[in-house]
């Protein structure tokens, strides 16, 4: 299984950002999608995971800005970042749960600045 993220890209402090994820597979054989983000000199965070059944999770500070949304007939998932802060600021990977193994995608960075 690949995952390919994409999106990334430099946006300002309240604007809007879509990352997308694309999987080489049926997402919905993919129980869990996920993105994490690693900013410099931190570690690797989860910001959001959608189930194949559509339930979402959002870290606390995430909420209400950030978005989740799946496309089987794309096998895409996609993380709608919206007002997004200069605490945004990081490289954005998705990894996908099949079957008790993980897969991971490379990273997409995001730089939020004016």
């Known amino acids: 299984v690949q995952l390919q993220a994409s999106g990334g890209g430099l946006v300002q402090p309240g604007g809007s950002l879509r990352l997308s994820c694309a999987a080489s597979?049926?997402?919905?054989?993919?129980?869990?999608m996920s993105w994490y983000r690693q900013a410099p000199g931190k570690e690797r965070e989860l910001v959001a995971l959608i189930s194949n059944l559509g339930s979402t999770e959002f870290v606390d500070s995430v909420k209400g800005r950030f978005t989740l949304a799946r496309d089987s007939a794309k096998n895409t998932v996609y993380l709608q970042m919206n007002s997004p802060k200069p605490e945004d600021t990081a490289v954005y990977f998705c990894?996908?749960?099949?079957?008790?193994?993980?897969?991971w995608g490379q990273g997409t960075l995001v730089t939020v600045s004016s």
């Open positions: 990894n996908g749960l099949i079957n008790a193994r993980v897969y």
């Open positions: 597979t049926n997402i919905d054989r993919i129980s869990i």
